[in-house]
């Protein structure tokens, strides 16, 4: 008899939130190869939540998340998970029309947005230059996540519930015998587990492949972030997240300082990723065209993976071809946002159950998340 139903590999956001869900109602142990949790992309995220952001499925997992975050269950966190914090898009004069693109896919979703003109974007970010500023676009109800209490939440949930937790527990082997995986971990231990479920980040095709499971040509790429000081005199935590319409670059406040990324997408092998200089200063020279914000140093600065597949949908569920091999896998930069619905998404279906009602919904099916629409595979 295998000692758990579900192993999950991997304690990031995405398996600590399948973990949570999946206790009390299974034998459930969550293995993490780090000594802490959250180490690689959970721990790097820049901790907003969108509505707008992403593509139909991922815009439908974020919904989907919400009530969870307003109302998350009795002790998971002793105080709010979301703090209110908007996100105004800018334009200059050449990118209007991309302001009327994101304004008719909020308005399609029924997501609440607000053209605004150039004094209006400067009267919410004052630093804004004056010339690059032609008007903006505000989605009113984005928030800032704290996402070290969503995570540690999930965490205590899953712990609470009997789920087995434990770190520098790499995942080296996984072999199918009969109805269940031998897994060996580091110490020549071996468990028996009816079924994995890959949630190992930027590296869950290298698990795929220790499983002798086709890949699905995940790509992780890698983004950047730094901190800046606010500028004298200014007090920036009331700015909402500011993003140039093109994605070019975005900032917003962080913890009394400003939280800046290039939005970056590098290809990278799995590992710890790591900014590179060139990809700070480029920014940094971006950043003091749009506005004016002296760059006397970097506080800090540091590097995440955000995993895509070819379609940029997540790829939640069992693999067609693999038996007790479920994916939990290609979260993107909405991760972290996601992380609620993806979670009970991964529970249901991982049980045998259909989609939750209220994600179906919203138009998301299981074949949108299914690896077999990848149909080749990577
Ligand atoms: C700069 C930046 C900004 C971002 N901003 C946002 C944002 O504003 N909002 C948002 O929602 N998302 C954001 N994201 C994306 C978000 O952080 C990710 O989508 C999310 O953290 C992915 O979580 P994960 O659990 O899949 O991966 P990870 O957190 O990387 O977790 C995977 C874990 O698997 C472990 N692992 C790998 N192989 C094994 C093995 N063989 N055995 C055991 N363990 C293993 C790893 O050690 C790792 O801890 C951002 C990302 C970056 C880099």
């Not at 947005?113 to 919410?124: G, V």
């Not at 712990?159 to 110490?187: F, K, Q, Y």
């Not at 913890?255 to 990324?261: A, T």
């Amino acid at each position: 008899m295998a000692d758990f139903d579900f192993l999950i590999i991997g304690s990031g956001i995405a398996g600590a939130s399948a973990a949570a869900m999946l206790a009390g109602r299974a034998k459930v142990a969550l293995f993490e190869r780090e000594s802490a949790h959250g180490y690689h992309t959970t721990g790097r995220s820049a901790a907003l939540w969108s509505a707008l952001y992403g593509n139909d499925p991922i815009r439908a997992l974020t919904v989907a998340s919400r009530a969870f975050y307003d109302q998350p269950p009795q002790g998971f966190a002793d105080h709010p998970l979301l703090m209110p914090r908007g996100c105004l898009y800018f334009a200059r004069a050449d990118q209007l029309g991309r302001l009327d693109e994101i304004a008719a896919g909020a308005s399609a979703l029924g997501i609440a947005t607000r053209r605004l003109t150039s004094d209006e974007c400067i009267a919410l970010c004052p630093v804004l230059n004056r010339d690059r500023v032609a008007g903006g676009l505000h989605e009113l109800d984005a928030m800032d996540i704290d996402v070290n209490a969503l995570h540690q939440g999930f965490l205590r949930q899953c712990r609470s519930l009997g789920g087995d937790i434990r770190n520098d527990a790499e995942i080296l082997t996984l072999e199918r015998d009969g109805d269940h995986w031998r897994v060996g971990i580091p110490g020549g231990e071996v468990v028996l587990a009816a079924v994995v479920i890959n949630a190992a980040g930027a590296w869950a095709d290298v698990v795929a492949e220790r499983a002798g499971v086709t890949p699905i040509g995940l790509m992780p790429l890698k983004r950047t972030a730094f901190l800046l000081d606010q500028p004298d005199g200014v007090d920036a935590r009331d700015w909402p997240a500011v993003i140039e319409a093109d994605e070019a670059f975005y900032f917003k406040p962080e913890s009394g300082r400003i939280l800046v990324s290039p939005c970056d997408e590098t290809p990278s092998p799995p590992c710890d990723a790591w900014p590179e200089d060139l990809d700070v200063a480029e920014c940094v020279e971006r950043l003091q065209q749009a506005a004016d914000i002296p760059v006397r140093r970097i506080l800090r600065a540091w590097a995440g993976l955000r995993s895509f597949v070819a379609d940029r949908t997540p790829v939640i569920g069992f693999d067609p071809a693999s038996s007790g091999f479920f994916w939990l896998a290609g979260q993107g930069g909405y991760g972290v946002q996601t992380a609620p619905a993806a979670g009970r998404v991964a529970a249901a279906l991982a049980l045998g159950e259909d989609l939750p009602a209220d994600v179906r919904a919203l138009g998301l099916t299981a074949e949108q998340l299914s690896a077999a629409r990848l149909g080749g595979r990577g």
